[in-house]
């Protein structure tokens, strides 16, 4: 298979519908692509009514392209990541990946403008966070939920107002920002570093004052990065775990017991922002962010030194912090309820606390005359008589 008749079948693929984020070749299945958040299939000629295990190996095969890295890696681990240029077209992350023998690919669109702090409707509090000078900010949530498009977004800003150097360890670059007021120095794991512990070391050579850590996958790119942000540096960094609790606890649960008071200490002086984001359905079509923001406040120290407790939960801190920017994911579903951006299915089934929740649909839809139980009429059974 020639590199003409891959890029032939990826741009047929992107064009096949509208809103297309994700391009999936699995065998078993036929060519398929995520359009606003559903795996539909897509019509070729000639037709891939299913396709082959032989296929799918000799597609990825081809998208490697005799790198023996990335062969060692995918042979080793069982799964490799890459970038792919189709043409002028569109750039895309790969992850190829064994399972049971047979090769399935994912390929993510990448957009190719950066998108701005406005644009997306990002929350006030980004604005805040790119005038942060030092400290760690964490944007975190599952796979696909759009870190990576908020934190772009993020250093756009920061291209635009600050004279600094940035520099990011990707996995792979997903935007490639130009040279606006700062100075910016992109570089990709596999190609320019080979861990993300040691692109971090060679980072703090290289008189950077921002640095983006694509993933804090382990216990030494974390501690690195903790020393990088007490020494000045502004640090933005992802973790896949879903609010702002969970994070803290993630990144504790990286080092053994004995280490626990030191790296809260550690924690609580550098932690300035934590960002979880999910991707809801919309009503319409496509999907709509939901965030939860914890800024750094002496409650939120106070809890990372010594644990949450009752009424002093993050979730209690982040209620009672409006006023600093702060917001629950409960809080943000309600607010694109009531904006009519999502429905009131989808708002209970991706709360936090359904009841918190469930409370405050009843009060906006009391508030609009919309009826707020499903009980048409209550009626006394005459039929019932009671103890005579």
């Known amino acids: 298979m020639k590199k003409q008749q891959i890029d032939h079948i990826l741009s047929k693929m992107l064009d096949s519908h509208d809103n297309v984020s994700d391009l999936n070749l699995t065998p078993g299945k036929p060519l398929q692509v995520e359009s606003s958040g559903e795996l539909v299939a897509v019509d070729m000629e000639p037709e891939f009514k299913v396709l082959t295990p032989f296929q799918t190996e000799i597609f990825a095969l081809n998208l490697i392209n005799n790198n023996r890295k990335l062969m060692e890696t995918l042979i080793r681990e069982g799964s490799c990541d890459l970038s792919y240029q189709l043409g002028g077209k ?6 190829i990946f064994s399972r049971s023998g047979k090769y399935s690919i994912v390929l993510r669109k990448l ?16 604005h805040t966070m790119a005038e942060e000078k030092n ?4 944007v975190t949530g599952g796979t696909g939920s759009g870190k990576s498009t908020s934190l772009a977004a993020l250093l756009d800003k920061i291209n635009e107002k600050k004279s600094v150097h940035v520099i990011t360890l990707e996995d792979p670059i ?33 008189a950077p004052k921002v640095i983006l850590v694509g993933e804090m996958r382990d216990r030494e790119t974390v501690e690195i990065g903790l020393s990088a942000a007490e020494t000045g540096h502004l640090v933005l960094s992802t973790l896949h775990t879903i609010d702002a609790g969970q994070t803290i606890n993630r990144v504790l649960g990286m080092f053994h017991t004995e280490e626990e008071k030191q790296i809260r200490i550690r924690l609580a002086d550098t932690i300035r922002w934590v960002v979880a984001q999910r991707l809801l359905p919309k009503i319409g079509g496509g999907r709509v962010a939901a965030f939860e923001i914890m800024g750094s406040n002496l409650r939120v120290k106070d809890s990372i030194l010594n644990g949450e407790s009752e009424g002093k939960t993050f979730n209690d801190i982040i209620s009672a912090g409006k006023a600093q920017g702060m917001v629950t994911f409960d809080e943000y579903i309600l607010s694109l309820y009531e904006k009519g951006n999502i429905s009131e299915d989808i708002a209970s089934s991706y709360a936090s606390r359904k009841d918190i929740v469930g409370r405050g649909l009843d009060s906006i839809k009391s508030a609009r005359g919309e009826t707020t139980t499903n009980i048409n009429s209550l009626e006394i059974d005459h039929g019932y008589k009671g103890r005579e």
Not at 118 to 124: A, D, G, I, T, V
């Open 90 to 95: 569109a750039r895309f992350r790969v992850n």
């Open 111 to 126: 957009e190719t403008k950066i998108p701005t702090i406005e644009e997306l409707n990002l929350p006030k509090a980004f």
């Open 135 to 138: 400290g760690i900010i964490f």
């Open 174 to 206: 997903e935007y490639q920002h130009p040279q606006k007021k700062s100075t910016f120095n992109q570089r990709e794991l596999g190609a320019d570093f080979d861990t993300f512990p040691t692109g971090l070391r060679a980072a703090l050579r290289q």
